[in-house]
């Protein structure tokens, strides 16, 4: 039995090695009634440091996202004694109480919007041309091996479906690895060494020590080494090809790459006969995600802070640009290497549907796939901290998976508030 006293001590002490560098001061030191937020000084991110840490400590999922998470929108704050009550009640196979400290009050469900800020034809066209013109020339050496790309908008469950491949022997299936939009691995460094994008640059690395064995160290090196020389990205996706020795498939799911279709012909041209596996979700099951994890940072300057749009439009636009951009390219590749699949059947009958993938890829279904959070050898963590991780972070604070993601944007938003391109298109995927 796990008392509540015993479990914050311990708490306490991962707290304070997540912090000890940090300018912070606590009269009379941490404590019970400790806040994250007020006294610590947390931000989402450090959540979800403090979560894998907690599950470190205890060697256990704990699904930190039922303590974190209420009446549908994230808690404002917590205290050291809500993190320890929840440890304690999962570790001793309980139902923990939901934090009784500040959290934050049910939202107000948006059911309309003014016309000025619905999405429209002529605010995609704009959107579109916001988008950089790149130098995507051949470098006319040989295609590539056969390999596998997921084709999504991002907040789409990409993340969660790439993990759960990766629980198949017969696929290598790392985190997002950027390559495609960038001629060179050096244009590569230069696009994503922003504040808000570098650990976006970790992914090659991760799936380096995955395959190779390396230390971080050594993977880092590595790619600088292929920067320097200029490598071209098709030769770097030889790079990763020629370990698995044709046995593995290569999986890449990068959600930018559905920005350009440019990008995503790259695809047809730098490999042979490539199977695309394209993930949908509702529109607003992806607009409410993209405003939680604030992934307009993500946008180049030119298209999410010119237009003066909000999160949710810029969200919505990402989403119908995604969709008409793959839909495009859908209509040059033949029907047997092209599968479409729902995110919302995705969580609600997993099985089904990886079986489903595994079909039509040409590989056994195996059972581990559709049990993540019992394996954690499937590269969720990025090159030093699991907070690096490149894809959706959220992955770390659930311990299953979460067949109410797929309704989950209904308590915020009507369909009322979409688009009418967007409808239509929604309505043309199955929605």
């Known amino acids: 039995m796990h008392t509540v006293e015993a479990v914050e001590a311990r708490v306490i002490g991962v707290i304070a090695d997540l912090t000890e560098d940090w300018d912070v001061e606590i009269d009379g030191g941490m404590n019970s009634g400790t806040t994250m937020v007020g006294d610590v000084g947390f931000a989402s991110i450090d959540f979800i440091q403090m979560a894998v840490a907690i599950e470190s400590e205890f060697k256990t999922k704990l699904g930190f996202q039922d303590l974190l998470m209420q009446g549908g929108k994230y808690i404002d704050d917590v205290t050291v004694r809500q ?37 429209t034809a002529a605010k995609l066209a704009t959107f579109r041309n916001r988008f950089p013109v790149r130098d995507l020339a051949d470098d006319g050496t040989p295609r590539n091996e056969r390999a596998v790309f997921v084709l999504s908008p991002p907040r789409s469950g990409s993340t969660l479906l790439r993990i759960l491949l990766a629980g198949n022997s017969k696929l290598f299936a790392p985190p997002e690895l950027h390559l495609l939009p960038y001629r060179t ?75 350009d279709v440019d990008i995503l012909k790259r695809i047809a041209r730098d490999f042979v006969d490539p199977l695309y596996i394209h ?28 237009g003066g749009y909000g999160s949710r439009e810029l969200a919505e636009l990402t989403w119908l640009l995604a969709q008409q951009n793959t839909l495009e390219i859908s209509r040059q590749v033949p029907a047997e290497r092209w599968l479409q699949v729902q995110y919302e059947q995705l969580v609600v009958e997993p099985e089904a549907v990886l079986r489903r993938i595994c079909g039509f890829v040409g590989i056994p279904y195996e059972t581990a796939m559709v049990n993540p959070y019992d394996d954690m050898d499937r590269m969720t963590d990025g090159v030093a901290t699991a907070s690096r991780m490149s894809g959706d972070l959220k992955f770390h604070l659930h311990n299953a998976i979460n067949p109410d993601a797929a309704v989950r944007w209904k308590r915020f938003y009507s369909e009322d508030v979409l688009g009418r391109e967007t409808r239509e298109l929604a309505a043309a995927l199955g929605y």
């Not at 640059?201 to 920067?227: I, N, P, Y």
């Open 83 to 119: 993190i320890a009550e929840f440890v304690a009640g999962r570790l001793n196979n309980g139902v923990p109480t939901a934090p009784a400290g500040p959290a934050a009050t049910d939202p107000q469900r948006v059911v309309s919007v003014p016309e000025e800020e619905r999405v």
């Open 185 to 259: 691995m050096a244009d590569r460094r230069k696009a994503l060494s922003g504040a808000h994008t570098d650990h976006l640059l970790e992914g090659t690395a991760r799936a380096l020590m995955h395959l190779k064995g390396w230390s971080a160290e050594q993977a880092l090196a590595f790619v600088d080494d292929c920067e320097a020389q200029g490598m071209t990205t098709k030769a770097f996706y030889r790079e990763l090809q020629a370990p698995l020795r044709g046995e593995r498939l290569l999986v890449d799911k990068t959600p930018w790459y559905i920005v």
């Open 279 to 306: 993930l949908v979700r509702h529109p607003l099951g992806m607009v409410r995600s993209y405003e939680e994890s604030s992934m307009q940072r993500l946008l180049p300057p030119s298209a999410s802070q010119e």
